[in-house]
C-alpha cells in the first residue's frame, strides 16, 4: 500500500532543509518595547530582523565608503602639498 501524502509531515521536512532559526535573549522591556513597535505597524519578527540586517549593512557599507574617501582626500592633499612644496622649492 502506498503511503499517503502528509502535508505537514512535507513542510516539516522542507522547513529543515530551508530554514535556521534565529534565537536571542533580549531583556524584558526591550521585548516589550520591540512587540509593541511591530504590532502598531503591522511588521512581522522576520521582517523586523530583514529589514534592520539590511539597514545596519548599507550603514556600514556607507561608512566605509565615507572612510575610504576621507582617506583618498586626506592622502591626495598630502600629495598636493608636497607637489606644491617641489614646485615652489618650499
Avoid: P, W
Amino acid at each position: 500500500m502506498e503511503k499517503k501524502f502528509n502535508k505537514k509531515e512535507y513542510d516539516m521536512a522542507l522547513r529543515k532543509k530551508t530554514k535556521k532559526q534565529f534565537n536571542v535573549d533580549l531583556n524584558i522591556d526591550e521585548k516589550e518595547e520591540i512587540d509593541k513597535f511591530l504590532s502598531e505597524h503591522e511588521i512581522s519578527k522576520v521582517d523586523f530582523v530583514r529589514n534592520s540586517f539590511k539597514k545596519l549593512k548599507e550603514e556600514l557599507e556607507m561608512k566605509k565608503i565615507y572612510r575610504i574617501e576621507e582617506e583618498n582626500c586626506l592622502n591626495g592633499s598630502i600629495a598636493d602639498l608636497q607637489d606644491y612644496d617641489e614646485v615652489n622649492k618650499i
